[in-house]
């Protein structure tokens, strides 16, 4: 096993890294886009309900339930229409066509979220008790054939909120959703930086997920303390090829069983799948560093819970005195009413962006609602902002924003400027990737590893970058509300990255990266 600061040290890219004459993908090794059952029966799902709140105020919601505090009380019940629009809008297909990619011919699929390498490796598992229209089980989503495979008759909602122990949310919930990433399907071109990937990925389906969970009224919030094993167990995957990543308690008032009752039962199943092309396993890393950092069991999922609570802030760095440029980001009453269903539809990876100056405040608009924080079991589902992450700007020919290098204060909603920057800059620290030079902002996510790893072991290497991973798909959202905006996810030369933002990050290392600006 590798623990995460090696694992993050041994995964850096550096500028002597490329290109590596060594590398090459290999068609014949070329992952399935979709996990097919061969021997599971399966339940369609029929409809689905828009999410038509604005994507910036979904995107903003940093509780788990959106109605707390509020007038209304009342709620749609969750049902299999709920669980299909919840499928959809945060892992389904929502375009396709024929297009050859890195030099394979292959059908393209393109989802509800964004991935690193349009690979889509995270896949959604349902848990839910008797629902109308949907019977109690444990199901897979298809986004092939919008459908669940059935893998588990009966409720196994006890089972799961005993993996995860107490203050989790599962146990009231009528349904959790459980994420995964299958490491082949990234592995193959991405090699040992697929475990950074997981989280990252994982993250752009949560921002969605928990977008269209609130925008139905419905609580929801992220667990990722529980124990592993048994959820692997529970959904029927080896996690040396497939492995859980964050369960997703949604609803209330539907108790899986008292506190004292025992969970059922879990046999062992082993469903037969369709399987991935013969690879080799020189590319384990990140199976490695996920097992370094699985908790063997309920107790021990609380007590890290507890401990995550009780840290607080960690992985940041304290603001400085220097220059302030203020965003002026619009308040919820005069925000773009862009319903969450079109943000969705629209996000795509722009490449190509306008010779003409960005919005200061639609930038402030964007920062602000991206980087409000998400509701989890580490912060007993309310968040009071970033706790893992910095946000970190470079800015080129924005509206009243000088060109240069900046720290975001998302409390005052200014900019704090650390130094100069010219889109050159930006190109050599994105891998020499010329659409980060061209787009208005780059946008880091950064955190000290070492720091989240001292107060909360190896798990809190997941979380930080899964809290990064939630920021990366809060910030498409937030952007594609904007109609003239478009943004990608990028990566970076770690190490070069650290040392342009020094010395305020001399001790953190970027985490995601977001280039946005005025699509062309």
């Not at 996920?290 to 840290?311: H, N």
């Not at 190490?495 to 342009?500: H, I, Q, S």
Request: hydrophobic share 40%.
């Amino acid at each position: 096993m590798v623990n995460a600061p090696e694992y993050h040290e041994r995964t850096e890219h550096a500028p002597s890294d490329f290109p590596d004459p060594t590398f090459r993908l290999d068609s014949e090794t070329m992952p399935r886009p979709f996990k097919r059952y061969r021997d599971r029966s399966r339940v369609s799902l029929h409809g689905v309900r828009a999410p038509v709140l604005p994507a910036l105020s979904v995107v903003a919601e940093a509780g788990a339930d959106p109605l707390a505090g509020a007038a209304q009380t009342a709620r749609d019940p969750v049902d299999a229409r709920t669980v299909a629009s919840l499928c959809y809008y945060a892992a389904g297909v929502k375009a396709e066509r024929d297009h050859p990619a890195d030099g394979v011919d292959r059908r393209l699929y393109y989802r509800a979220a964004s991935c690193t390498g349009n690979l889509h490796h995270v896949d959604a598992y349902v848990v839910c008790g008797d629902l109308d229209g949907l019977d109690a089980g444990v199901y897979h989503f298809d986004p092939a054939t919008f459908s669940l495979d059935a893998l588990r008759e009966g409720d196994y909602r006890g089972a799961l909120a005993a993996a995860a122990g107490p203050g989790a949310g599962v146990a009231d919930a009528p349904v959790t959703l459980v994420l995964t990433s299958e490491w082949w399907r990234n592995a193959w071109k991405y090699r040992e930086r697929t475990y950074r990937h997981a989280f990252w990925d994982s993250g752009t389906v949560l921002a969605n997920l928990l977008g269209a969970a609130h925008a139905a009224d419905l609580p929801a919030s992220v667990a990722a303390g529980f124990d592993d094993r048994a959820v692997a167990d529970l959904l029927g995957v080896d996690p040396a090829t497939e492995a859980p990543l964050e369960l997703v308690p949604v609803g209330e008032g539907a108790s899986a069983g008292r506190a004292t009752d025992e969970p059922p039962a879990v046999e062992p199943i082993d469903p037969a799948t369709e399987p991935q092309p013969d690879h080799d396993r020189t590319h384990d890393l990140p199976y490695e560093a996920w097992e370094a950092s699985a908790l063997p069991d309920g107790e021990s999922a609380a007590a890290w819970r507890d401990r995550a609570r009780e840290a607080g802030p960690v992985g940041g760095v304290a603001a400085g005195d220097g220059e302030r440029v203020p965003l002026d980001p619009v308040d919820h009453e005069t925000e773009v009413a862009r319903p969450l269903a079109s943000a969705i539809r629209r996000r795509r990876s722009c490449r190509e962006f306008a010779d003409e100056p960005l919005s200061r405040r639609k930038l402030g608009t964007v920062l602000d609602r991206a980087t409000r924080g998400a509701p989890g079991d580490w912060n007993d589902g309310d968040a009071a902002g970033l706790q893992f992450n910095d946000v970190y700007v470079l800015a080129t020919d924005v509206e009243g924003v000088p060109d240069g290098s900046y720290q975001f204060h998302p409390a005052e909603g200014a900019l704090e400027r650390l130094g100069d920057v010219t889109s050159r800059d930006k190109t050599r620290l994105a891998l020499g990737q010329e659409w980060a030079g061209d787009a208005h902002v780059n946008v880091y996510c950064m955190t000290d590893v070492e720091a989240v790893v001292g107060e909360l072991g190896d798990r809190g290497y997941r979380l930080a970058q899964l809290e990064a991973g939630v920021v990366l798909g809060r910030l498409y959202l937030a952007t594609y509300a904007h109609r003239p905006l478009g943004g990608t996810g990028l990566t970076f030369f770690d190490d070069e990255v650290t040392d342009f933002l020094s010395p305020r990050g001399a001790d953190q290392t970027p985490t995601t990266l977001f280039a946005m600006g005025v699509a062309e």
